[in-house]
């Protein structure tokens, strides 16, 4: 918890200090800039145990789980990967300017047959919904200073774009761009990993606190949203040669770390990312000549870097 608050105090003066060069007319440092002055301790690398590996035949999709905000649904998915139930499933829909989803085929008919479904294993078939979570000290917190239309306070927690409304005592993770989020039915119980989906398009910010945000994608994100668009209703193809298939899923914590992704990202309580999030506020060069003095949540990228390497969102 102290280096929660020390990283707030010196995320809050990078910001200030920030907004005070832009007030004055200064030229906003680059992205590139800002990243090539981090200090290592600004970086993280991501807890194996969190890293989901998703094989398609065109590449990678890395996936950083969220267990502090929805924990039921992180192990219920850890051990569908480790029954490899995804293995030799498929994306099944994609939907413009919306999602990307994947799951068991024979689950999309209108009315499924158990018989051919592919049997969950040891993995749970309902789960009680984790749509939020008790704001705790516990856990990191970087406020945006803008206002946000869906919720009282927008800001970032352990690297993910979340929620908060301080009359409730609650906060969310929300779906921005690369979330990572639960499908169900009807039932708010019925959602239990199986069946996820990725935000490709503009952010659905009406979907917070209404289905439960399992991660968000690290690396692979032009994979899911550059897929062809499902021709049927709500994305979904009406060929099942159009399905893009799921070679396998694995978390980085059951493979050889020679076979592990060196990915680390940019902690959201360091000092570097309130400089980007002030660049971003108040961009200022010779092509941006009146900065938006304001910025959404879900435009704010958090920088990731897979050996060394910057990976574009």
């Known amino acids: 918890m102290r280096r929660?608050?020390?990283?707030?105090?010196?995320?809050?003066l990078a910001l200030a200090t920030a907004s005070a060069?832009?007030?004055?007319?200064?030229?906003?440092?680059?992205?590139?800039?800002?990243?090539?002055?981090?200090?290592?301790?600004e970086w993280r690398t991501p807890n194996p145990d969190n890293l989901l590996y998703m094989q398609l035949p065109t590449g990678r999709v890395v996936i950083e789980l969220a267990p502090d905000f929805t924990p039921l649904h992180a192990a219920n998915i850890?051990?569908?990967?480790?029954?490899?139930?995804?293995?030799?499933?498929?994306?099944?829909?994609?939907?413009?300017?919306?999602?990307?989803?994947w799951d068991d085929p024979a689950s999309d008919d209108d009315h499924p047959d158990p018989a051919k479904l592919r049997p969950l294993g040891k993995a749970k078939k309902t789960l009680p919904p984790e749509y939020t979570r008790a704001i705790t000290p516990r856990l990191p917190w970087t406020p945006l200073p803008d206002g946000d239309?869906?919720?009282?306070?927008?800001?970032?927690?352990?690297?993910?774009?979340?929620?908060?409304?301080?009359?409730?005592?609650?906060?969310?993770?929300t779906h921005c761009y690369g979330a990572v989020g639960v499908a169900r039915d009807?039932?708010?119980?019925?959602g239990n990993g199986s069946s996820l989906y990725?935000?490709?398009?503009?952010?659905?910010?009406?979907?917070?606190?209404?289905?439960?945000?399992a991660g968000r994608v690290l690396e692979g994100m032009p994979l899911l949203s550059a897929l062809p668009r499902g021709p049927a209703p709500m994305g979904f193809y009406t060929d099942p040669k159009q399905r893009?298939?799921?070679?396998?899923?694995?978390?980085a914590s059951d493979l050889p770390p020679a076979q592990r992704a060196d990915i680390q990202v940019l902690r959201t309580d360091s000092a570097t990312f309130a400089k980007l999030i002030e660049a971003k506020r108040n961009r200022r060069d010779s092509f941006y000549t009146h900065p938006a003095g304001?910025?959404?949540?879900?435009?704010?990228?958090?920088p990731v870097r897979d050996d060394g390497k910057p990976v574009m969102p």
């Open 149 to 173: 239309v869906y919720a009282p306070q927008v800001g970032f927690s352990e690297g993910f774009p979340a929620a908060r409304d301080p009359v409730t005592g609650r906060e969310w993770l």
């Open 4 to 12: 929660h608050l020390a990283a707030a105090i010196a995320a809050t």
């Open 21 to 41: 060069d832009a007030a004055q007319g200064k030229p906003t440092p680059s992205p590139t800039q800002l990243l090539d002055a981090s200090k290592p301790s």
């Open 244 to 251: 893009v298939p799921i070679l396998s899923v694995r978390l």
């Open 186 to 190: 009807v039932a708010p119980d019925s």
């Open 198 to 213: 990725a935000i490709i398009g503009q952010a659905p910010r009406n979907l917070d606190r209404n289905l439960a945000i």
């Open 294 to 302: 304001k910025v959404g949540l879900c435009n704010i990228d958090i």
């Open 78 to 101: 850890r051990t569908l990967v480790r029954e490899h139930y995804f293995d030799g499933l498929s994306i099944n829909r994609v939907q413009d300017n919306f999602v990307a989803q």
